[in-house]
């Protein structure tokens, strides 16, 4: 069973960057899709972006396209978000979630309910 850790977070200025990581322990993340999600006091946890087991398909939600990057390094365990240009709207607490297999069709890793792992989340505050 693999478990991931989020890092990355913390207070940045609007126009500002982060980059979130999410590393793997307990197994090889090759075998696993991987998204980012995000969870905004009040609100439901939300799609952000994902990334198919080789990293040669990516998906965004349309609020952080062109501002967001998804990426994984297999040989390191860990996969990544390049946030730019952020936003007071990115505020939110940040998952990492694996899906079993490989799946590349879009509404396959757009949903929350079909991921099997989270990690603890990571806190993204922008100031505006």
């Known amino acids: 069973q693999v478990q991931v850790v989020e890092s990355g977070g913390g207070l940045v200025q609007a126009g500002g960057s982060l980059r979130l990581s999410c590393a793997a322990s307990?197994?090889?993340?090759?075998?696993?899709?991987m998204g980012w999600f995000r969870q905004a006091p009040g609100k439901e946890r939300e799609f952000v972006a994902a990334?198919?087991?080789?990293?040669?398909?990516?998906y965004y939600a349309d609020s952080v396209k062109g501002r967001f990057t998804i990426s994984r390094d297999n040989a390191k365990n860990t996969v990544y978000l390049q946030m730019n240009s952020l936003k007071a709207e990115d505020t939110a607490l940040y998952y990492c979630?694996?899906?079993?297999?490989?799946?590349?069709?879009?509404?396959?890793?757009?949903?929350?309910?079909?991921?099997?792992?989270w990690g603890q989340g990571t806190q993204v505050t922008v100031s505006a």
């Open positions: 990334v198919s087991w080789r990293g040669s398909i990516t």
């Open positions: 979630g694996a899906r079993i297999g490989n799946y590349y069709r879009e509404s396959d890793l757009r949903t929350k309910e079909e991921y099997d792992y």
């Open positions: 307990g197994g090889t993340l090759r075998s696993y899709s």
